[in-house]
Structure formats: structure tokens, C-alpha cells
């Protein structure tokens, strides 16, 4: 079957009873675009015969995939494992080049990225990892950066708040933050406060370094070993 036009309006390739304006039917149902420079793409059901993909011609890759049987979207891979898996070819080391770039520049309140779950009770609801035998100085898993002029005076802005307040029906322990540093020969820094004041127990401290209020059960300072 070559081409079919019906009453309907309705085109047909490989289909004589197309359902929608164009119905394209065949083993690697596709449809090519190809600009006057020679950037070709081809987009419909890969060549596997059940997924759809784009298909990059010109570079011989697949840009985006869907596998049929899960619903798993693929960027960069026809192997998607996850609902949404994103693979980047890029190995510069640059800021440039991000495997994956959110931008929020027209956002003014709200939240730029949010993710939740009400079901999760073991396991990661986010997972971070540099893994590998070949770190370069300043290898870095997570960099939060909170810049600008403030828009008003006399506020307060935060580069991180990290909150644990679960409750317990009979016993437990809550941690807000566990920090690890451990493996290297020279020295291992489980936390470096490069500038600023830290307050323990105060959200104001008047000192480097403030533990408790005054008036309060705050304030004791243990210590274990030599000092």
C-alpha cells in the first residue's frame, strides 16, 4: 500500500483506514525532517518496531526515546531505566556543560525544582554521587550558592535549611545533618565554616562561636579526650 486519501481528508501511508489527518503504518513507522543544509531527523516508531524515538540522522544518534513497554524516557539513551534517565556525552569538565540545566530566571516566588514523597519510608529521595579513582582538586558532589544584591534592607536570606522534625510514637532519634569525611592520608574535615559565626542552641550568635541562651539549660559544652 503506497498512499491513501480519504473523503475524510485523512491521509493514509501504508494504512488504507487512517484514524487521524496523517496515519502512518509500517514495521519502522517514521517520518523524516531534513532542513536545506542536510540536518536530518527522523521521528516515530524506532527501529526496534515498538518504541518511539528521535532520531538524529545526520549524527547517527537518538536524542530522545519512549520505551513502549514501561513509559521510561530517555535523552541521550535508548535504555532508559528510570522514568526519566538523562545521558550526557559531555566529558569537557566545563560550567558550560551541564548534563542537565534548569533555569528559573523568570521566577520571582515559589520554588525552582520540588520534589516530594508522602510514601517513601526507607531509601533516598534524592541520591548524589562522584564516584571513580581519578578526583581532581576541588572535586565537589553538591555546590548550593546564594548571590545577589538584596532587594530590600534588614533581611534575612539562607544559602541552605535543613529541617528534621519527625515525631515519635514511642522512642527515636532525629538527625538534621551527619556529616563523614574519612580515607585521606593527610586529613580528614568533617566540617569547615570558612567565614562567618556559628551559633549552637541561638540563632543569633554574638561570638565566632555561640552555644545556648543565657537563662537556659543551653550551653554545656562536652568534651571527650585530651583538650
Do not use: C, W
Request: hydrophobic letters at 40%; zero cysteines.
Amino acid at each position: 500500500i503506497g498512499m491513501v486519501m480519504k473523503g475524510s481528508g485523512r491521509v493514509g501511508i501504508g494504512t488504507t483506514a487512517p484514524s487521524l489527518p496523517l496515519h502512518v503504518r509500517g514495521a519502522s513507522a517514521n517520518i523524516r525532517l531534513e532542513d536545506d543544509g542536510g540536518q536530518t531527523f527522523n521521528f516515530g516508531v524506532a527501529g526496534d518496531g515498538s518504541n518511539f524515538s528521535i532520531y538524529d540522522q545526520t549524527a547517527g544518534a537518538n536524542r530522545f526515546y519512549i520505551a513502549a513497554t514501561t513509559g521510561n524516557v530517555g535523552i541521550g539513551t535508548t535504555a532508559p531505566g528510570e522514568t526519566l534517565a538523562i545521558l550526557s556525552t559531555n566529558a569537557t569538565g566545563t560550567t558550560t556543560s551541564a548534563a542537565t540545566s534548569l533555569s528559573a530566571n523568570s521566577l520571582t516566588t515559589g520554588t525552582g525544582l520540588y520534589a516530594a514523597s508522602s510514601t517513601l519510608t526507607s531509601g533516598l529521595l534524592m541520591d548524589l554521587q562522584v564516584s571513580g579513582t581519578a578526583a581532581a582538586a576541588s572535586q565537589t558532589a553538591l555546590n548550593i550558592l546564594t548571590a545577589g544584591a538584596n532587594g530590600t534592607a534588614a533581611i534575612t536570606t539562607y544559602g541552605a535549611q535543613i529541617s528534621n522534625t519527625h515525631t515519635n510514637a514511642t522512642s527515636g532519634t532525629n538527625v538534621a545533618l551527619y556529616l563523614n569525611a574519612s580515607g585521606a592520608t593527610t586529613a580528614n574535615y568533617g566540617l569547615i565554616v570558612n567565614a562567618g559565626r556559628v551559633g549552637i542552641g541561638t540563632t543569633a550568635p554574638s561570638t565566632l562561636l555561640n552555644v545556648g541562651l543565657a537563662g537556659t539549660t543551653l550551653g554545656t559544652i562536652g568534651v571527650a579526650g585530651n583538650i
